[in-house]
């Protein structure tokens, strides 16, 4: 089995575009996610077993048309992921990852996201994701204006920053928390 040879995946119909793509093995595929996730939180998040090897790399995307219909049918606690797009890449060799993230409307609960938008960007050392959404609806008469949400992971720490109001109006929120994993 040679591990070192180029994959390619496309997944296309009327709902979604799908394409992943890189240097990998496809069972090595859990191995590479568990890997990105312990780089920045080695307490909650072990190393794996079966280490991905050295040459490993992944690109993907993933461009959603009309899916609410078909997310209903396994009661998918996110909704509104119709006209979403997401891109991203992870390389093991150099500890890089990308990802870009767009949706026009988010859904958890009675929570709604409009117009959401996230870009990340991680190395060896941290990880870095912002987050705006235009307006997050958190009942039927109380919203939150142009909300942004920024997060710095390194070894176990993420410093969170949350972020909403007008950039010219009075009331503004700016709320700051650090969050530590513990073993």
Not at 54 to 72: G, H, P
Not at 105 to 130: A, I, N, P, R
Request: glycine share 4%.
């Amino acid at each position: 089995v040679c591990f070192f040879r180029s994959r390619s995946m496309n997944l296309r119909s009327n709902e979604l575009d799908a394409t992943i793509q890189g240097h990998f093995a496809w069972d090595n595929l859990p191995q590479l996610a568990l890997e990105w996730g312990h780089q920045y939180f080695p307490a909650w998040i072990s190393t794996p077993k079966n280490r991905a090897p050295a040459t490993d790399s992944v690109q993907f995307s993933f461009r959603s048309y009309n899916i609410e219909s078909y997310l209903e049918l396994f009661h998918f606690p996110v909704r509104g992921l119709s006209n979403a797009q997401v891109e991203g890449s992870y390389s093991f060799k150099n500890k890089k990852s990308f990802l870009k993230a767009r949706a026009p409307k988010l859904q958890y609960g009675q929570y709604v996201f409009q117009q959401t938008e996230f870009h990340g960007q991680g190395d060896q050392d941290s990880l870095h994701l912002l987050g705006k959404m235009f307006r997050i609806q958190l009942n039927d008469s109380i919203s939150i204006p142009e909300a942004s949400v920024l997060i710095d992971a390194h070894r176990d720490t993420a410093d969170i920053r949350l972020m909403a109001g007008f950039s010219q109006a009075v009331d503004k929120a700016d709320i700051r928390s650090r969050l530590i994993a513990y073993p």
